[in-house]
Nanobody, 122 residues
Framework: VQLQASGGGLVQAGGSLRLTCAAS??????YSWFRQAPGKEREFVAA????????HYANSVKGRFAISRDNAKNTLYLEMNILKPEDTAVYYC??????????????????WGQGTLVTVSS
């Protein structure tokens, strides 16, 4: 299984970006976005179940980011609005079989994309 993330780039604070993650095959119980800023650990951003029945966001992005999934295209999205310099990071998409206790953790996801860099200038 390959996850191909794209859509990163350089944007000014207050701007928007849309990240895309295309899966080569299969459907999974859950999909997510994580990010890793320079010198920091990877952190959870957002997660969605395969049918979109449950969605979770990190407090830091709630109200600004929106995760969605197009099952027909087997593609995951992350719409990012009102971007802040502290959103600067490499963003990773992931897919797998998280359980309640691992939805927000890296170990809940088996497959990972290569990451796409988002840089927000002040």
């Amino acid at each position: 299984v390959q996850l191909q993330a794209s859509g990163g780039g350089l944007v000014q604070a207050g701007g928007s970006l849309r990240l895309t993650c295309a899966a080569s095959e299969g459907t999974y119980r859950g999909y997510s976005w994580f990010r890793q800023a320079p010198g920091k650990e990877r952190e959870f951003v957002a997660a969605i179940t395969d049918r979109g029945s449950r969605i979770h966001y990190a407090n830091s992005v709630k109200g600004r980011f929106a995760i969605s999934r197009d099952n027909a295209k087997n593609t995951l999205y992350l719409e990012m609005n009102i971007l802040k310099p502290e959103d600067t990071a490499v963003y990773y998409c992931a897919a797998g079989y998280p359980i309640t206790s691992t939805i927000f953790a890296s170990e809940g996801y088996r497959y990972w994309g290569q990451g796409t860099l988002v840089t927000v200038s002040s």
